[in-house]
């Protein structure tokens, strides 16, 4: 069965650094565009970046710059290099794997990981 698994959060102060991993597994992952979502407490969950099966990357606005997407599709990963990290960036961090619809909308994925807290402390 699909499965991801998201690692690497943790504990870090304003402006460090943080590498967000997602291991998927029971699909064939190089052909799936894959997104990176958070949710903060009593928030919506909201888009962070994509990359498709061939690269393309898209980001949110508010981590442009800050925050890089990746793949590595020999090991079934995907990553979220996160640099300059601010308090506002403090949420639950999820993959999932697209199914159909705008790239930017939770309910476009049909499977999601358990997601891996980031806390940025000010």
């Known amino acids: 069965q699909v499965r991801l698994v998201e690692s690497g959060g943790g504990l870090v102060q304003a402006g460090g650094s943080l590498s967000l991993s997602c291991v998927a597994s029971?699909?064939?992952?190089?052909?799936?565009?894959m997104g990176w979502f958070r949710q903060a407490p009593g928030k919506e969950r909201e888009f962070v970046a994509y990359?498709?099966?061939?690269?393309?990357?898209y980001y949110a606005d508010d981590v442009k710059g800050r925050f890089t997407i990746s793949r590595d599709n020999a090991k079934n990963t995907a990553y979220l290099q996160m640099n300059s990290l601010k308090p506002d960036d403090t949420a639950i961090y999820y993959c999932?794997?697209?199914?159909?619809?705008?790239?930017?909308?939770?309910?476009?994925?049909?499977?999601w990981g358990q997601g891996t807290q980031v806390t940025v402390s000010s």
């Open positions: 999932g794997r697209w199914a159909s619809g705008s790239s930017s909308l939770p309910a476009s994925y049909e499977f």
């Open positions: 029971g699909f064939t992952f190089s052909v799936y565009l």
């Open positions: 990359i498709g099966s061939g690269g393309i990357t």
